[in-house]
């Protein structure tokens, strides 16, 4: 038998053939591994064999490593929940604890698939949402990068035929002396420019977020956007819903798979909501009354009420399920509805950025032309 290796750490490991590596595991990869972890397990695969084969399919790197010190654990005598709870950061509370459950009851193989599945489905949603939030930040970098060129490029040669007219500068109107000093301003200083953009963008989100209270504010606010709040809230619904109905479906216990969901719930209203509805169960109330006394609405009374009748009936997980899935569809529309409706909108913020662009320019022209004509 195998001596036991020590665990490889959190960022970096050391294993007999990947050798010292340094990274993480992404979420393509963990769902690729876990489909075909399940399918080698249903075939009867002993799971020392099963982690070997994909070890040895995998390049070297961080989680071929990890998959060595997991594998050297198991021939050591460890359990394979054991050995994965050893890295963090390629195996997270949700997949331990489903791996823990399936070991605990014997059903490794269907508790393997459920993950897997999961894994599919959550990785398909995180495709969706990533593509909606895609197309516009693309469209928002050009618009910027053509507003920029015009700004930089074309408003500097207007300027100095206007420093050439009777009056000079004195005599223009007020817009264009505005974007004058934008356009000089920006030819002067473009990259501090682009600095203010991503701070505000990113870095005063980024800051504020590092209080609790702020993050609060910040995920609040998010949920109550004009265009992009009712997908963020129906991404939010089906990741709670799939991720607890799996647990719950896996033999995790209730409380135990509240604490897993809210720690993976990445918003802190929702947590603040699954902290509700896990000291309700601590005294003895039901799921569905917490989250019907929501403080900000993010489970409407669909799902409220489907939770309530799968409590009652005792097949709360089933219950979880169908509203993901359901959830899951209405994501898809709600994608497809916000690429159609940001589309036009985008279009229309560049004609009016340009438009005023253009006004500003060619408002002293129109001056000076009415001025030869005698008008």
């Not at 490991?13 to 399918?39: R, Y």
């Not at 800051?207 to 609060?216: D, I, W």
């Not at 709040?229 to 135990?256: M, N």
């Not at 409706?341 to 662009?357: D, K, N, Q, Y």
Request: hydrophobic share 50%; glycine share 10%.
């Amino acid at each position: 038998m195998a001596s036991k290796k020590a665990p490889a750490v959190a960022t970096a490991t050391s294993g007999k053939k990947g050798g010292f590596s340094i990274g993480g595991v992404s979420e393509k990869q963990l769902t690729q591994f876990t489909t075909q972890l399940s399918t080698l397990q249903d075939a009867g695969l002993p799971i020392v064999s099963c982690l070997k084969i994909l070890e040895g399919q995998l390049q070297k790197g961080y989680f071929k490593d990890v998959l060595v010190s997991v594998t050297d654990d198991v021939e050591s005598g460890a359990s394979l929940s054991e050995a994965m709870g050893k890295h963090p950061k390629a195996f997270d509370g949700l997949y331990v604890n489903m791996v823990r459950a399936g070991e605990a009851g014997g059903v490794l193989d269907i508790i393997l698939a459920r993950l897997a599945s999961f894994k599919e489905k959550a990785e398909k949603l995180r495709r969706r949402v990533k593509g909606a939030a895609t197309y516009p930040i693309a469209v928002m970098v050009v618009i910027m990068l053509i507003l920029l060129f015009i700004m930089t490029n074309v408003v500097p040669k207007f300027e100095e035929v206007f420093a050439g007219l009777p009056g000079g500068a004195d005599n223009l109107p007020g817009i264009t002396k505005f974007m004058m000093n934008v356009s000089r301003w920006l030819v002067a200083y473009w990259w501090a420019g682009i600095l203010v953009f991503i701070f505000v963008i990113w870095g005063i989100p980024k800051l504020v977020g590092m209080t609790a209270g702020g993050r609060y504010f910040i995920d609040k606010l998010k949920l109550r956007l004009p265009i992009m709040g009712p997908l963020y809230r129906k991404v939010l619904v089906a990741r709670f819903t799939r991720t607890f109905g799996t647990l719950i479906s896996s033999g995790v216990p209730i409380l135990e798979a509240l604490d897993i969901v809210k720690g993976a719930a990445g918003n802190a209203v929702m947590e603040e909501i699954i902290g509700d509805v896990h000291s309700a169960i601590r005294e003895g109330e039901s799921i569905a009354e917490p989250l019907s006394n929501q403080k900000v609405m993010i489970f409407d009374d669909l799902v409220i009420n489907m939770v309530d009748v799968g409590e009652k009936t005792g097949e709360l997980d089933k219950m979880l399920i169908k509203v993901a899935d359901n959830y899951d569809e209405e994501v898809d529309v709600a994608v497809g509805s916000l690429t159609s409706l940001l589309e036009p909108l985008l279009i229309v913020v560049m004609g009016g950025a340009v438009f005023c662009i253009v006004l500003a320019l060619f408002l002293p022209l129109l001056k000076i032309i009415d001025q030869l004509t005698g008008g």
